[in-house]
């Protein structure tokens, strides 16, 4: 009997030799992040946090930008990754649907964070920076990038969420193996830190606030030899996530499929989900017919319920003003267990293309993930990150709808990391202890309010926002 083929992989010497940057073809051109001044960032106001290498990189509107030779010769230690047909599951939802996944779990420090934090330390290694600090939320990028600074010789210093910290003992360990330094945030060791213990001890902490400490962390540095790493929303970290969806309209093609009806990724700051479906984007700005849909916790729902403008991208408004959908740069999300969903914004191009029309996006809480995290279980067999799970719950509603349109349809998700470190998570699933729900409205209206004095994105691009603010 012939075996049915499942597995669609890419020999070592195709792996891309160029991201790809959506800001090139969106229909708009993005709008600039502003200054306190409310004007434009020039790129040297931004030195003291990143080298200019990657300034240079943020700031490029070139489509195409070449990978150096040194990072792909890392990337290659485990790209190109495969892609997967999940048939186990399409028989058990009985769907004429076909489920391919681009498994990202496979990295060393097993997500996607990987594709972003090699470039990011190289880069910053050729500048002649020796120390990186950052935040991480799971623990998977602050592990990421643990793994790059070790291979390339640099210190790193992670400050990650409280509640994370708590429930992820192990990411730590991890860091440590590969030589980082990780707190629990909010931590004594900042001024952000302490700003915060001081008015709640018992803070769970959030991205919004780690960003804060690392930041500050960094441009206090007195030698000049610290810089700061962000693990998503950034556009350098889109361009470098792009290999994902890159190699996966390859494999698509070698399993004949010139491109797929649907497009799922699971959208936190938005870089695995940026890149997933950007090559496929730019197909759907060019005339394809895809829908391409983030997918994001009920819980934490910028895209589906927050408003596109102007916020900071930290607590202590260190960054400048990101033109995005925000939930306030104060809010802090509940404590679900997908922490690295846990931002209160998203990436200005995930946003600004959300703008255009070109996504759908959709929420679930955390509860609908869990049981679609344990269907994966049982059927594939691996155990994806609670981040992971919320785009299998919606692969697993368009499966359902495909069947029930009997159509068949060829669908795409980013398998962005594995769950073999968020068993607290599933252990307190599998005992009924965890509690599902939305963000309520009042709770969603009150974080909002805190945004009433900030310029809405859409407005200022029409030169309208200044109006009214003395
Ligand atoms: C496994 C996994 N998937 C997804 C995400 C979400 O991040 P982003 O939206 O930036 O890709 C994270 C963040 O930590 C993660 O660890």
Redesign the pocket.
């Known amino acids: 009997m012939a075996l049915e083929q499942t597995v669609y992989t890419l020999p070592q010497s195709e792996i891309p030799r160029q991201w790809y940057n959506l800001a090139a073809d969106l229909p708009t051109p993005m709008l600039p992040p502003l200054g306190p001044d409310g004007q434009p960032v020039r790129p040297e106001q931004l030195a003291p946090v990143f080298p200019m290498n990657i300034i240079e990189q943020e700031v490029s509107t070139r489509r195409w930008h070449d990978i150096p030779e040194p990072v792909l010769d890392i990337l290659t230690r485990w790209r190109p990754t495969p892609l997967r047909r999940a048939r186990a599951l399409e028989q058990a939802l009985k769907t004429p649907a076909h489920i391919y996944w681009k498994d990202e779990s496979v990295s060393p420090a097993g ?3 990987a594709n972003t934090a090699v470039p990011q330390a190289w880069y910053n290694r050729e500048f002649g920076i020796r120390r990186l600090t950052t935040e ?3 623990g ?2 602050g592990s990421s990038l643990s793994y790059a600074c070790a291979l390339l010789g640099l210190e790193c210093k992670v400050y990650m969420v409280k509640v994370s910290f708590e429930q992820k003992p192990f990411r730590k360990t991890l860091m440590e193996l590969w030589g980082g330094r990780c707190v629990a945030s909010p931590s004594t060791e900042t001024a952000a830190g302490r700003a915060v213990l001081e008015k709640d001890p018992n803070c769970p902490g959030s991205l919004g606030i780690a960003i804060s400490e690392a930041v500050e962390a960094a441009v206090s540095d007195r030698e000049g030899k610290t810089r700061y790493a962000l ?3 950034l556009n350098h970290v889109m361009q470098h ?1 792009s290999i994902i969806g890159l190699e996966a309209k390859r494999q698509l093609q070698l399993a004949g499929v010139a491109n797929p009806d649907v497009v799922i990724g ?8 940026a ?1 997933i479906s950007f090559p496929f984007v730019a197909e759907k700005i060019h005339g394809a017919s895809i829908r391409i849909v983030p997918v994001e916790p009920a819980s934490c729902p910028t895209l589906t319920r927050a408003p596109f403008v102007y916020d900071h991208g930290d607590l202590a408004k260190m960054t400048p003003l990101l033109p995005m959908h925000s939930l306030g740069h104060s809010y802090i999300p509940s404590s679900i267990h997908a ?3 846990r931002y209160h914004g998203m990436a200005p191009l995930v946003s600004q293309a959300a703008v255009e029309g070109l996504l759908e996006p959709a929420s679930y809480d955390q509860l609908q993930c869990y049981e679609a995290a344990l269907l994966w279980a049982r059927t594939e067999g691996t155990i994806p ?1 609670p ?2 799970s919320h785009a299998i719950a919606h692969t697993i509603q368009e499966a359902i709808r495909a069947r029930e349109e009997g159509k068949q349809r060829n669908l795409l998700f980013c398998y ?2 594995h769950g073999l470190m968020d068993l607290v998570g599933y252990q307190k699933f599998l005992a009924g202890e965890l509690a599902g729900g939305g963000l309520p409205e009042q709770d969603l209206r009150s974080t909002l309010a805190t945004l009433a004095a900030h310029p809405p994105a859409t407005e200022r691009h029409t030169g309208r926002w200044r109006r009214g603010k003395g």
Do not use: R
């Open positions: 997500s996607h964070k991480t939320g799971a998977q990028w693990g998503s929303v996530q699971c959208a936190g700051g938005g870089s695995n989900f890149g922490g690295g969903l990150a981040e992971t962005s990391g």
